[in-house]
């Protein structure tokens, strides 16, 4: 049960329609130019279709739905249960019965009038839809990992430059100010010369959906598409295990623990340190893998990773010698350190907890709430808080860390021209084949 | 001697080698022939749901294998003859996974055999797909014409996915396949291969095609292209872009056209950009004002500078927005001109751009701007004065505040505020005794974001000089925030208590003992300790009030005793709000008794609103303890409302460990519940409780 804290002025804002789910702030830049002067015609909003609306996807859609220059107006699941529930959402929030529901994401792409899809499918079920919205010209949020395997990302970043799409990642750490000013001492150089950093992540595996040990084949449920759930992903008999909120558990569908968090905490390490557009070019990586059952990624892993200027990046779960065994990412420099996790931020020397920026220090992106963040540029044409180039390298380490845990040796990797050096099978680990007839 | 050093440095790296296999290897499993026939045995009987531990004990074998580690049988082979036998599927697609990583030509023969096979193709692709070898590639476009159509398209995918160039002439027969799946995998096959030859096969057959089959093959022939820049081949790639933009294609297909051809076409991108940029296609606009982002030379910037008035307002919009990532001064006057005058949405994206451009001499113009009577713009060149980096800038604005009048003058020490620059200190320290109140006032505000412990003492002076109330309280928070910075608490009374005893002016001494309040210093704490006793009762007020943020519990039962003995009911109103403030601050704190502390304050409330403030405290308290002391309060009308929050505060964290008596409770809130919210909210955790 969540410690959803309530007070009168929570009753009263929701009872006014003004909470805004995850993330609500004012928006104070070029507020006339975005269309935020309190008169928002219909015809201004953002039309937004919703694919893959589970749990992860239902935060989604309520974060948007609470956007007032947004209008969701279509929604597509492959479990009608999810689909019901999300047009329910949607149409007693707006008070109509207008949402369209969709069984196949190319249907809905196909509709001129949506601008904008938010893609909260799991993993293996991102880089399909996404690149057919690039091409269909549609902007797209999508959730972290972006991508099921380090070629997909590259595609999918490939397809939404060439097409000139905006993007967002749910990497949604960078639009809290926490994390933002973290980066931003560092960045500042507050610590001095940044040489280590820790990425702190979950080990083992959660049971989310109450399904572990539902592990022998069955029938699929009537209310799911199971074979187009599988999509590109190798043939399996339907579990209740392997489907959903536990797909993340398996190779198949998701990345385990690693890569469900490196969007994160890896993410605001690369913030922190200016990597957006750089990789790792040593990885060594060792993980334990379960060898029943059919969960199948790492339990307890540790990726060492080396990048061009020195910088050393460790990333681990279930290793308290990483980040004094707590989350979150832990910049270390010659002049002192800096952690931060969702409900934590410390530093030595403390003073830097009381530091300020003026505007002639170097300032991060300040995003008024992550979907609002998208909203705004899908109007500005601005790059978002986390463009897909940004999402694409933050998961990198992730992705190459397990190659090396699968591969059980140390790769060498080049990001400029993004390939692995020297490594036939490690290089053949970077994409991924898919069921016929799914392809991107 | 060099071949003794070559030797021992070979030496060191098996020593490495080994050290490194040592590391990751730390599980070994027993390569034998004899354990991997028994391993493959259950294998072959495999499927999911059983135990899978055979299956990852030989994942770990070709692993070693990878690794170097050598066995005297040709595990392949045995991958290979278990394929060969009615093993189970699930078996099978594992042992395919394995090929993958090991396969070599020898097991092509077996796998072409099993993409035959509806059931098995896929299985056999991921394995063929990742052997390199042009035999593969030769097998797989002599069985094209002999499956079903879905075997085919995923063959066709896989000869995409390994850039295949002796299957384009293949492929580009199959764009015409009447099975619009096929032909539509064979289109996209051509562009992941985004060779000249396959380029050339896709714009022969782009007057052949239509509807989606055609979308697709724009956009492979689009790939082509944009392999062909990254080959730094820009006429050809340039060829296509052009192709593209100047026949009916979609508008979305022309922005990645117009993207390309910016890139392939260096010499002549400002006009390719310009001519989009003036075009009557919205889209096309919006990609060409990116674009600007790319130019770089200042005859580039002056083609867009000329021809920037024949743009339209969204297109002149999102070009200031490009030109501010570009933060080239030589577009100063451009953006300038357009933050004067034009519409008011231009106006506010080139002020807004002004943030990366504006120079010492716009400082005047920005402060200006923002005392106009259009809020929008008003705030916007509030922004951008306060974003512009420069140390020069924050000197203009110093030098600006003393010779402006009083209303840029508030400006412009709110700016000073909001860039934080300390340096403004004893310019602000002067600002502060203006004759004029609104620049006083705003500069109590800017010393408060500005000054640090150190300067308590000047700011003291500043304080002791103020006659108006209003402006004492306004700098009693400077004072208060100030020291607050100083991060030793024992330091922070001292300036406080030296100017109280030097001052005889008692509404700056009430002050003083307000801000001593909020110091957490334990001088302070004696100090206002023992004004709670003294015979002014304005005095007593004053120290009552000055323990409500007190930072600990420690005060408490001074309160309490007022509360409790005192005679003056008003003090003891006032004591009893602090009691429970401070409780309420509290109530996080493992070691505050802080249920029994409520108890105590609801024994001595006497009206409703203290009693409100009681239970709205203990709801953060989140214990069973608390929870059996607020439940009976949902029986009295006046205090059911806040009585229900708190119960759902504290449920929501003790619901889980005490289920019965929570439901309990919330099945006394469902009874009557006094708001909509509060019925939604009780029944959600009821259910999230029962679910579990």
């Known amino acids: ?23 609500i702030a004012p928006y104070f830049i070029n507020a006339k130019v975005l269309g935020r002067n309190n008169s928002i015609s219909p015809s201004n909003k953002i039309t937004i279709g919703s694919i893959g609306t589970g749990w992860q996807g239902t935060y989604n859609l309520e974060s948007f739905l609470y956007e007032d220059q947004a209008q969701v107006v279509a929604i597509c699941d492959l479990d009608k249960e999810h689909l019901d529930n999300a047009i329910g959402l949607v149409n007693t929030k707006y008070e109509n019965n207008d949402c369209t529901p969709y069984h196949k994401f190319e249907e809905m792409l196909e509709r001129k009038d949506i601008d904008a899809v938010v893609i909260s499918t799991p993993d293996h079920w991102h880089a399909i839809p996404v690149i057919a919205a690039a091409k269909a010209g549609k902007d797209v949020f999508c959730e972290k990992p972006m991508s099921h395997s380090f070629n997909e990302g590259r595609a999918m970043c490939n397809a939404i430059e060439r097409y000139g799409r905006i993007w967002q990642t749910g990497s949604w750490q960078r639009s809290i100010p926490n994390f933002r000013f973290a980066a931003e001492l560092i960045r500042n150089g507050r610590i001095g010369k940044v040489h280590t950093v820790e990425v702190g992540l979950p080990s083992g595996h959660t049971d989310f959906a109450g399904t572990f040990g539902l592990e022998a084949k069955s029938e699929p449920p009537k209310n799911l598409d199971y074979e187009r759930w599988l999509g590109p992903a190798p043939y399996a008999p339907y579990a209740p295990a392997r489907v959903h909120k536990n797909w993340r558990w398996n190779l198949d569908y998701g990345g385990g623990q690693l890569m469900d968090w490196i969007g994160h905490h890896g993410d605001i390490a690369h913030w922190g340190l200016d990597f957006d557009k750089t990789g790792p070019t040593e990885i060594e990586g060792y993980g334990e893998y379960p060898k029943t059952g059919l969960r199948d990624t790492a339990t307890k892993y540790i990726v060492h990773t080396k990048y061009e200027n020195g910088v050393k990046m460790t990333i681990a779960g279930g290793h308290p010698e990483v980040c004094n065994g707590r989350n979150g990412t832990k910049w270390i420099g010659d002049e002192g350190w800096v952690h931060v996790d969702r409900s934590f931020l410390d530093a030595n020397p403390k003073s830097l907890l009381k530091e300020f920026f003026g505007p002639n220090d170097i300032s991060l992106l300040k995003s008024p709430g992550h979907a609002r963040n998208f909203i705004d540029c899908i109007k500005s044409r601005n790059q978002t808080i986390t463009p897909c180039e940004t999402a694409h390298r933050s998961v990198t380490p992730g992705h190459l860390g397990q190659i090396s845990m699968l591969l059980g040796r140390k790769i060498y990797f080049d990001p400029k021209t993004e390939k692995i050096q020297g490594d036939e099978i490690a290089s053949s680990m970077l994409s991924r084949s898919y069921r016929a007839p799914w392809h991107i | 001697m060099k071949f003794s050093l070559v030797k ?13 296999n040592l590391v990751f290897s730390q599980e070994k499993i027993d390569n034998s022939e004899k354990n991997v026939e028994a391993l493959l045995s259950k ?60 396969g070599t030509e020898k097991s092509i023969e077996q796998l072409i055999a099993m993409l035959k096979d509806c059931k098995t193709s896929d299985m056999a692709r991921y394995a063929l797909e990742k052997i390199k070898s042009n035999n593969v590639d ?3 476009i002599d069985i094209l014409d002999n499956v079903e159509p879905e075997i085919k398209i995923g063959i066709i995918n896989s000869l995409g996915n390994r850039k295949s160039e002796i299957a384009v002439d293949k492929l580009g027969k199959l764009v015409l396949d009447n099975n619009s799946d096929v032909a539509a995998s064979a289109a996209s096959a051509l562009g992941k291969i985004g060779s000249s030859h396959s380029a050339e096969v896709l714009s022969q057959l782009l007057n052949k095609t239509k509807n989606i089959i055609h979308d697709v093959l724009i956009d ?15 006429k050809a790639a340039e060829e296509i872009y052009s192709n593209v933009l100047a026949n009916e294609n979609s508008s979305v297909q022309k922005i990645a056209a117009l993207n390309g051809s910016v890139l392939a076409s260096p010499n002549n ?137 009083p209303e840029i003058q508030v400006e412009l020490i709110r700016s000073i505020g909001e860039r934080k620059t300390q340096s403004a200190f004893p310019n602000i320290v002067q600002t502060a005794k203006s004759t004029n109140q609104k620049v006083r006032l705003e500069s109590y505000k800017t010393l408060e974001l500005i000054s640090d412990p150190n300067q308590l003492d000047k700011l003291l002076i500043v304080f002791l000089d103020i006659e108006n109330p209003a402006e004492l309280k306004r700098m009693e928070n400077t004072l ?85 003995t005192n005679k003056n009911s008003t003090l003891q109103i006032l004591a009893l709000r602090g009691f429970i403030n401070l409780v309420k601050a509290n109530g996080q704190n493992e070691n505050a008794p802080v249920v029994d502390l409520y108890k105590t304050a609801m024994e001595y409330s006497k009206s409703d609103n203290e009693k409100i403030m009681i239970i709205s405290g203990i709801g953060d308290v989140q214990t069973l303890e608390a929870l059996n002391f607020t ?62």
């Open chain 2, 269 to 405: 991108k400002s006009s390719i950009i310009l001519k989009y940029l003036q075009s009557d296609d919205p889209q096309l606009n919006q990609a060409a004002a990116q674009e600007v982002r790319k130019l770089s030379t200042e005859n580039e910037f002056e083609k867009i500078i000329t021809n920037f008035n024949s743009f339209n307002d969204k297109t002149k919009i999102q070009v200031i927005y490009s030109i501010k990532e570009l933060q080239n001064p030589y577009f100063h006057n451009l953006v300038l001109a357009n933050a004067e005058r034009g519409s008011d949405d231009v106006r506010i994206a080139a002020i807004d751009c002004l943030e990366k451009l504006a120079t010492v001499d716009d400082v005047q113009f920005l402060a200006n701007l923002a005392l106009g009577n259009n809020s929008e713009i008003d705030n916007a060149a509030r922004l951008t004065l306060d974003k512009i980096s420069g140390k020069e800038i924050d000197k203009k604005i110093i030098n600006l505040i003393v010779t402006s009048p």
């Open chain 2, 631 to 692: 439940s009976p309060y949902l029986n009295n009308n006046s205090l059911r409302p806040e009585a229900e929050i708190a119960c759902i505060n504290i449920i929501s964290k003790v619901g889980w460990t005490n289920p019965e008596e929570s439901l309990q409770v919330i099945e006394t809130i469902l009874k009557n519940p006094t708001s909509s919210e509060i019925q939604k909210e009780a029944s959600r955790i009821k259910n999230n409780i029962l679910s579990k």
């Open chain 2, 8 to 20: 021992k440095l070979l030496l060191v790296i098996i020593i490495l080698t080994q050290l490194t």
């Open chain 2, 138 to 140: 030769i097998a797989l």
């Open chain 1, 1 to 23: 049960m969540k410690n959803k804290k309530i007070s009168r002025r929570n009753f009263i804002q929701k009872t006014s329609g003004a909470a805004a789910g995850l993330f």
């Open chain 2, 220 to 234: 492979s022939y689009l790939l082509c292209a944009d392999k062909f820049l990254l080959d730094e081949n820009n």
């Open chain 2, 43 to 102: 294998i072959s009987e495999y499927e999911y749901g059983l135990n899978r531990t055979p299956l990852a004990d030989l994942s770990l074998i070709v692993k070693q294998k990878l690794n170097g580690e050598k066995s005297d049988y040709d595990l392949e082979t045995k991958l290979l003859d278990v394929l060969k036998t009615n093993a189970s599927f699930d078996g099978k697609q594992f042992l395919c996974r394995q090929l993958s990583l090991i």
């Open chain 2, 480 to 564: 208060a925030k100030v020291s607050l910075k100083n991060e030793n608490e024992n330091e922070r009374a001292e300036k406080f208590l030296e100017t109280f005893d030097k001052t005889n002016d008692f509404e700056k001494q009430m002050s003083l003992l307000r801000i001593l309040g909020s110091t957490g210093d334990s001088r302070a704490l004696k100090h206002i300790k023992a004004s709670l006793k003294n015979e002014n009762e304005d005095v007593q007020k004053t120290a009552i009030q000055s323990l409500y943020n007190w930072p600990n519990i420690e005060p408490i039962y001074d309160l309490l005793d007022i509360v409790k």
